[in-house]
């Protein structure tokens, strides 16, 4: 399984981004979705995930100002970010926590990384 994020970029303070992440590969089943960010001499911290039932949970920091969301028939994660302040500055990871299949068509479970992408928020 990989993951695949893009829609990253600067921006001002008070604005919007939205990012994707694509899940491709031979895939069996996606279970939780999710985005994580690491600012520079920082922890990676959850943003928001999302099940596939539709469930979500956020960190208290993007409550109200970041919703995450997903297409299933797309395998596809998305994250829209308002309100965007210079503390939401960091690399964003896109993570699954899916089951695929390898060359020999055995299942492969785990917690699948995106490659991340930089979000940078201007005050």
């Known amino acids: 399984v990989q993951l695949q994020a893009s829609g990253g970029g600067l921006v001002q303070a008070g604005g919007s981004l939205r990012l994707s992440c694509a899940a491709s590969g031979r895939i069996f089943r996606i279970d939780a979705m999710g985005w994580y960010r690491q600012a520079p001499g920082k922890q990676r911290e959850l943003v928001a995930t999302i099940l596939s039932g539709g469930s979500t949970n956020y960190a208290d920091s993007v409550k109200g100002r970041f919703t995450v969301s997903r297409d299933n028939a797309k395998n596809t994660v998305y994250l829209q970010m308002n309100s965007l302040k210079p503390e939401d500055t960091a690399v964003y990871y896109c993570?699954?926590?899916?089951?695929?299949?390898?060359?020999?068509?055995?299942?492969?479970?785990?917690?699948?990384w995106g490659q991340g992408t930089q979000v940078t928020v201007s005050s």
């Open positions: 993570n699954a926590d899916a089951i695929g299949y390898n060359d020999n068509d055995e299942y492969v479970a785990g917690y699948f």
